[in-house]
């Protein structure tokens, strides 16, 4: 089998297996990393120190793969027309919060993506038993978004989110890796973003310093999922309802507008989390937190984390009935969720009402 067919059939294959784009790139240092070098040196990552931790290893995917030649970039779309009781809530959603799309149900989008990947790499050590493949989905270094614009997936937009003209930018990045010849796709011929300035406008932390450049530590999404402490006050008020990463510059995009649906997005929106009742968030303790959350992506913020964001959100909207779950969760285990609380019972309080909890 020439190089090229097994190329057209392994796309065929990832099709088969539901990943709505396919592209291969070569396995060189990609073209921006001298950028992600000077973001990470900015400050940017926050917390995220893991990033630093491997800055070296993103130079290349051989750091992944030793001897990798080609990487076939996937996109796996995610349910985004949102459910009735979120389309037709007003904002801010009283005693209710938003959680991000991709985040909306069961399964976990790395459970998944990782059954589809090890299926797609299966088939392809069928046809090439001596081949070296390896799939990966957001947890190893890899700069996925610049091997998915290589590959011709789309471009990089100014919210830095990869776009798709079909697909807009409501899918999942995943990559198989191997020591193949793969034919190499060209890359997106530019980008569609013109002079449009939407998600940069809309962002109400202005984690946006420029077009195409992220400030992490003032991204909803990086606050509500990977910050591990307390939530500075001046970005805590405009969390807004989110308490679980955050859709706002992909809402507004024009390209998301039109997007496809497809028959193997995932999750599936659970009833219960598009959106996710107030009252009954902040009353979870640790066991109630791993039943419900176990096998989601908010799992990764734990309880500590999640609730932390739920007494923002109840602050934010000044939500009265919140306040006997606040003050029980002021006496709560963790003192993160101690403090949350305490800041959004000084917010409940009513006009020549004195603060019952002074402290945050």
């Not at 990947?117 to 090439?128: A, F, K, T, Y």
């Not at 198989?176 to 034919?183: C, F, V």
């Amino acid at each position: 089998m020439s190089e090229a067919v097994l190329t057209s059939q392994l796309k065929a294959e990832a099709a088969r297996l539901g990943f709505v784009l396919s592209g291969v790139a070569a396995a060189a240092t990609p073209a921006r990393y001298a950028d992600f070098l000077k973001w990470l040196d900015a400050g940017y990552a926050g917390q995220m120190h893991y990033l630093e931790a491997r800055r070296d290893a993103y130079a290349s995917p051989s750091s992944i793969l030793d001897g990798c030649t080609t990487l076939r970039m996937l996109g796996y779309a995610y349910c985004h027309h949102e459910p009735e009781a979120l389309a037709s809530a007003q904002s801010p959603m009283h005693g209710q919060a938003r959680v991000a799309r991709y985040a909306w149900g069961t399964p976990d989008y790395h459970e998944h993506l990782f059954d589809q990947l090890q299926r797609l790499r299966q088939w392809l050590v069928r046809e090439r038993p001596q081949a070296r493949v390896r799939g990966v989905v957001d947890t190893a270094p890899l700069l996925e978004r610049e091997f998915a614009a290589a590959a011709g997936l789309g471009w990089i937009g100014k919210n830095t989110l990869l776009l798709n003209r079909r697909w807009g930018s409501y899918f999942f990045l995943a990559a198989l890796l191997t020591d193949l010849p793969l034919e190499i796709d060209p890359p997106t011929d530019k980008g569609y973003c013109g002079t449009c300035r939407a998600c940069l406008a809309a962002c109400p932390t202005g984690a946006f310093p420029q077009p195409y450049v992220l400030d992490a530590r003032r991204c909803i999404s990086y606050l509500t999922i990977e910050h591990r402490d307390a939530i500075d006050p001046d970005l805590a008020q405009h969390l807004g309802d989110w308490v679980f990463g955050c859709d706002i510059c992909q809402e507004v995009c024009p390209w998301n507008r039109r997007v496809e649906s497809s028959a193997y997005a995932i999750p599936e929106p659970s009833p219960d989390m598009a959106p996710v009742d107030l009252i009954s968030l902040l009353n979870l303790d640790e066991a109630g937190f791993r039943e419900k959350f176990r096998h989601t992506p908010l799992w990764r913020g734990k309880r500590r984390g999640v609730l932390r964001n739920a007494c923002l959100v109840a602050g934010n909207q000044k939500f009265l009935p919140a306040r006997a779950a606040l003050e029980k969760l002021t006496r709560d285990p963790e003192p993160l969720i101690q403090q949350a609380a305490a800041w959004a019972l000084q917010r409940l309080v009513q006009p020549n009402e004195q603060p019952a909890i002074n402290r945050f």
